[in-house]
C-alpha cells in the first residue's frame, strides 16, 4: 500500500512540474510577441537617422556640443524646429515631434551609447583634436531608420585598437579617472 501512495506522488510531482514549466514558457513567449520592456532603450520618438542623412544632416547638425564639451549632446527642440516648424511628412513619429514643439516641452532622449563610469571620454578631444569620424565609434547608425532597442557599448578592446592605430596614448590613465 505504502507503494502505491508513493507511485500517485511520483505522478502528480511530474504533473505539477510539467503543468507549472509550461505556464512559465507560455508567459516569456507571450511578452516576447508582446514586446515587453526587458529594459531596453524606448526612445520618445523613434528617430529615424537614415530619413535625415538622405536629407543632407550631418551628425554634427543635430549633436552640436562636440566642439567644446567631453558630450557630443543631444538634439534640443530649438534644434528640430529648424527644419519642423511646420510638419515635412504624415509620419506618426513626425506627429509626435509637433505635439512636442506645440507644447515647448524638451524632448527626453535616452544615452545610446554607454562607456564605464571611470572613463572619461571627449568628443571634442577626438572628433576636433583626433580628426575621427562619427561613424569609426557609433557604426551605421545614420544608416539606421529606427533607434536600436538597447544601450550600445564602446568596448576597451575597440578603443585600445583605434589608439594603437593611430599612435595615441595608450596609458591607463589617459582614459580612466
Same mark, same amino acid.
Given at each position: 500500500?505504502?507503494?502505491?501512495?508513493?507511485?500517485?506522488?511520483?505522478?502528480?510531482?511530474?504533473?505539477?512540474?510539467?503543468?507549472? *514549466? @509550461?505556464?512559465?514558457?507560455?508567459?516569456?513567449?507571450?511578452?516576447?510577441?508582446?514586446?515587453?520592456?526587458?529594459? *531596453?532603450?524606448?526612445?520618445?520618438?523613434?528617430?529615424?537617422?537614415?530619413?535625415?542623412?538622405?536629407?543632407?544632416?550631418?551628425?554634427?547638425?543635430?549633436?552640436?556640443?562636440?566642439?567644446?564639451?567631453?558630450?557630443? @549632446?543631444?538634439?534640443?527642440?530649438?534644434?528640430c524646429l529648424?527644419?519642423?516648424?511646420?510638419?515635412?511628412?504624415?509620419?506618426?513619429?513626425?506627429?509626435?515631434?509637433?505635439?512636442?514643439?506645440?507644447?515647448g516641452e524638451?524632448?527626453?532622449?535616452?544615452?545610446?551609447?554607454r562607456v564605464?563610469?571611470?572613463?572619461?571620454?571627449?568628443?571634442?578631444?577626438?572628433?576636433?583634436?583626433?580628426?575621427?569620424?562619427?561613424?569609426?565609434?557609433? *557604426?551605421?547608425? @545614420?544608416?539606421?531608420?529606427?533607434?536600436?532597442?538597447?544601450?550600445?557599448?564602446?568596448?576597451?578592446?575597440?578603443?585600445?585598437?583605434?589608439?594603437?592605430?593611430?599612435?595615441?596614448?595608450?596609458?591607463?590613465?589617459?582614459?580612466?579617472?
Open positions: 500500500m505504502n507503494r502505491s501512495i508513493l507511485g500517485r506522488i511520483k505522478v502528480s510531482s511530474s504533473r505539477i512540474f510539467i503543468f507549472f *514549466g @509550461g505556464a512559465i514558457l507560455l508567459i516569456i513567449v507571450l511578452a516576447v510577441i508582446l514586446g515587453f520592456d526587458w529594459g *531596453g532603450v524606448r526612445q520618445p520618438i523613434a528617430f529615424n537617422h537614415k530619413i535625415h542623412a538622405e536629407n543632407d544632416l550631418e551628425c554634427l547638425d543635430c549633436h552640436p556640443y562636440y566642439k567644446e564639451h567631453a558630450s557630443s @549632446g543631444k538634439p534640443t527642440l530649438e534644434t529648424s527644419c519642423h516648424e511646420e510638419p515635412l511628412g504624415e509620419s506618426k513619429e513626425e506627429g509626435k515631434l509637433i505635439e512636442y514643439i506645440k507644447s524638451e524632448i527626453d532622449w535616452e544615452r545610446l551609447y564605464p563610469e571611470d572613463v572619461y571620454f571627449s568628443h571634442r578631444m577626438h572628433v576636433i583634436i583626433g580628426k575621427i569620424e562619427c561613424n569609426i565609434c557609433h *557604426g551605421d547608425i @545614420g544608416e539606421s531608420s529606427r533607434p536600436p532597442s538597447k544601450p550600445l557599448k564602446i568596448t576597451m578592446n575597440k578603443c585600445m585598437k583605434c589608439h594603437e592605430e593611430k599612435e595615441a596614448d595608450n596609458d591607463c590613465i589617459a582614459c580612466h579617472k
